[in-house]
């Protein structure tokens, strides 16, 4: 169980375009749901706290407009990256708070790749 | 803000010894989590092992066991018998109920033949 997915696995796009990164809990209902930002050698770094039906909360110097956080249902939540420019090339992943109640574990996602042409 | 430290950047180990990864945090809660995951080449984060801190007993998962400290707010990973597919990024993460993982900087393990 515990079973969290990213969709897709990996992406190219052109500059100033937008990107929309699913991460669904696949066996578990989860209220809540992070996405990191890695870098090539790099801890995780948390950009935004995403809970179902209410407004996600982001990381200092996390630009909101930027990247768009949707918590629509107890399954999935959705990361659009828009205008993507070079710089928001990057590893996202997202992870899911939930299984056994009272674990406070988080299950994460595959994650995805950006790259931004 | 809490902080999670590990001291060790990259370690190596021959295969079926036995390797112990540090991490310390700092923290002024009573009651909280702490996690070991491991990040393999795939990049895919799978938990290891965790540890509620209210627990005193250390938590174990197969060949992977924890010592934790709490009064020192320190929690190593000790891998038994350690094996080649164990070559990965370790994460030391804490949360606070409800909260978001703050993790270390990792330590890359290396298991050689």
């Known amino acids: 169980g515990a079973v969290v997915s990213q969709h897709p696995s990996w992406v190219i796009c052109k500059s100033g375009t937008s990107v929309k990164i699913e991460c669904r809990s696949l066996d578990f209902q989860a209220t809540t749901m992070f996405w990191y930002r890695q870098f090539p050698k790099q801890s995780l770094m948390l950009m935004a706290t995403s809970n179902e039906g209410s407004k996600a909360t982001y990381e200092q110097g996390v630009e909101k407009d930027k990247f768009l956080i949707n918590h629509a249902s107890l399954t999935l939540s959705t990361l659009t990256v828009t205008s993507a420019h070079p710089e928001d090339s990057s590893f996202y992943i997202c992870?899911?708070?939930?299984?056994?109640?009272?674990?406070?574990?988080?299950?994460f996602g595959p994650g995805t790749r950006l790259t931004v042409l | 803000a809490q902080t999670v430290t590990q001291s060790q950047p990259e370690m190596s180990v021959q295969e079926a010894e036995t390797v112990t990864l540090s991490c310390t945090y700092d923290?002024?809660?009573?009651?909280?989590?702490l996690f070991w995951y491991k990040q393999p080449p795939s990049r895919q984060m799978i938990l290891v092992i965790r540890?509620?801190?209210?627990?005193?007993q250390n938590a174990t998962e197969n060949r992977f066991s924890v010592n934790f400290q709490k009064a020192a707010k320190s929690f190593s990973l000790k891998i038994s018998d350690s094996q080649l597919g164990d070559t990965a990024m370790y994460f030391c993460?804490?949360?606070?109920?409800?909260?978001?993982?703050?993790f270390g900087k990792g330590t890359s393990l290396l298991v050689t033949p």
């Open positions: 923290t002024s809660e009573s009651n909280y989590y």
């Open positions: 540890q509620e801190a209210y627990k005193q």
């Open positions: 993460g804490y949360s606070n109920s409800g909260y978001a993982l703050n």
């Open positions: 992870s899911a708070r939930g299984g056994a109640a009272g674990t406070d574990t988080q299950y």
